[in-house]
């Protein structure tokens, strides 16, 4: 912002911006609410009370609930679904200055990799739009990249915030589990599920992850401490400073110290050429910089898949009961009495790959299978954590891929729908043991597609993983 430029001017250009776009991005925009908001920031820019992010075109991911926005969760279930209140995390960004130009399309309920669930169809990828932007954030990562909005928000229950960043070359980050509230932030699995920011770089994230964080009473799960510290934004940016500050006592070798764990199991032949020379090229860029490279092991890796795939459908069949179109969502127009009005209802507002996790998750939930899947699925999630936390004790962050290979052709067709399910293996164990991680950009593959580094910290150290990434950036 250099002055030259309104809040309304600016809002107005990337609101024709949208309108022209073809990638699909956005569900809803409401031009009145935003040029309102925009009017609201200029006139605070012109008393010289702006803020950092006073007058910031963003967006919300669809699983955020608006009040001036449709609420869709990608689904034929809530199309015209009208929120009385605004997500906590919607409220603070406003409340901290940004301007929201509308509700992106996302894969739907959140369940999906690829942005192709999504009853309002398939998003594209800005890089190259025959491919996929990655999901279920996609339509978050595709109108930053796309430059639409300078930021925005995304939801992460298994790596629906670091895959699609990857896919489309930005920046995200998934906080450690509680830090931003998941009041308004419709449910896929509310044990995983965790708010963040995707944006161009990590000091954007930066901006936006400090207004998102912070404890609220409407959230059984929001933390008010992070290991004797208050759970607000200004941890993180405190946290950020003192890492820059140290790193830049340190002259040429700026991670001098840094300890980088290597985990063998990520690169285990799964991984395609590109990704793994892009990602090698990245630790070396990172030893040049003084940082130590520290080969780890988590053994458990592979059993996360089976793990996250009996716990979340779980928690989804569980979540998602509510629509049943009489309390909430779509209600069939034919049926003959409660039970065929409710199942009917279910049948026609959601979509097969929903449908697939609730059948999962009510069969895993069953007398007589709970012990065998879902217990024994919660013990094996312990372990990973504990795993996480061994290696933590051999190294400072452990980096590695966020997807086996950059963005699959939206054509693209798996025989066996799990097949998708394996790719997140690398994102979804860091849900399964709550910690924060993000994704950032470290290069191409050889047709010219985005790959992402991972980058995973201890809890708490979401201050520390950006300072970290903005060394490389
Ligand atoms: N692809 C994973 C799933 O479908 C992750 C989705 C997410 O993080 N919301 O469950």
Not at 414 to 432: F, G, Q
Request: charged share 20%; proline share 5%.
């Amino acid at each position: 912002r250099d002055g030259k430029m309104s809040a309304r001017e600016l809002v107005q250009d990337r609101l024709t911006h949208i309108q022209q776009s073809d990638l699909n991005a956005f569900i809803d925009v409401n031009p009145d609410l935003s040029l309102a908001q925009a009017d609201a920031a200029d006139a605070l820019l012109q008393s010289g009370q702006a803020t950092a992010l006073t007058g910031i075109p963003i967006a919300h991911k669809d699983v955020f609930v608006t009040q001036g926005w449709r609420t869709t969760a990608g689904s034929k279930m809530l199309e015209n679904y009208l929120s009385p209140f605004d997500a906590t995390v919607v409220s603070r960004l406003q409340q901290a200055g940004t301007i929201s130009l509308g509700k992106l399309n996302c894969d739907e309920f959140a369940m999906g990799s690829d942005s192709t669930t999504s009853y309002f169809g398939a998003i594209k990828n800005p890089w190259d739009p025959t491919r996929t932007p990655g999901g279920s954030s996609g339509g978050s990562a595709a109108a930053v990249a796309a430059g639409l909005v300078m930021a925005a928000t995304g939801s992460d229950t298994g790596g629906s915030i670091r895959q699609p960043a990857a896919h489309c070359g930005i920046t995200g980050i998934k906080p450690t589990y509680g830090t931003i509230s998941r009041f308004g932030m419709i449910a896929y699995a509310s044990s995983m599920d965790q708010a963040g920011p995707l944006a161009r770089s990590a000091r954007d994230a930066l901006a936006l992850l400090e207004a998102m964080v912070g404890f609220d009473a409407n959230d059984p799960t929001s933390l008010s401490d992070c290991s004797g510290q208050p759970n607000t934004g200004a941890r993180v940016r405190e946290q950020f400073t003192q890492h820059q500050t140290h790193y830049e006592q340190q002259g040429e070798q700026p991670l001098k110290g840094l300890r980088i764990g290597v985990p063998d199991e990520f690169f285990n032949g799964n991984i395609d050429t590109d990704s793994a020379a892009a990602i090698e090229a990245a630790l070396q860029l990172y030893e040049s910089l003084g940082a130590t490279r520290v080969a780890i092991s988590l053994p458990l890796t592979q059993k996360a898949i089976p793990a996250y795939y009996v716990i979340t459908p779980a928690e989804a069949s569980s979540n998602l009961s509510r629509f049943d179109g009489v309390r909430f969502g779509h209600r069939a127009a034919e049926y003959t009495d409660l039970q065929s009005m409710i199942s009917n209802s279910r049948a026609e507002g959601f979509g097969p790959e929903v449908i697939r996790r609730i059948l999962t998750g009510t069969y895993v939930l069953c007398e007589g299978y709970y012990d065998a899947y879902y217990l024994q699925a919660q013990r094996v999630r312990r372990l990973i954590a504990q795993s996480f936390l061994s290696a933590f004790e051999q190294c400072d962050v452990i980096m590695g891929p966020v997807a086996p290979r950059p963005a699959p052709r939206l054509d693209h067709q798996e025989s066996d729908p799990t097949a998708d399910w394996r790719n997140d293996v690398y994102t979804l164990c860091v849900n399964l043991a709550g910690l924060p991680a993000m994704s950032i950009p470290c290069g191409f593959s050889q047709n010219q597609l985005p790959i992402g580094l991972q980058l995973i910290g201890n809890y708490f150290s979401e201050g520390q993983l950006l300072a970290i990434a903005d060394r490389f950036q």
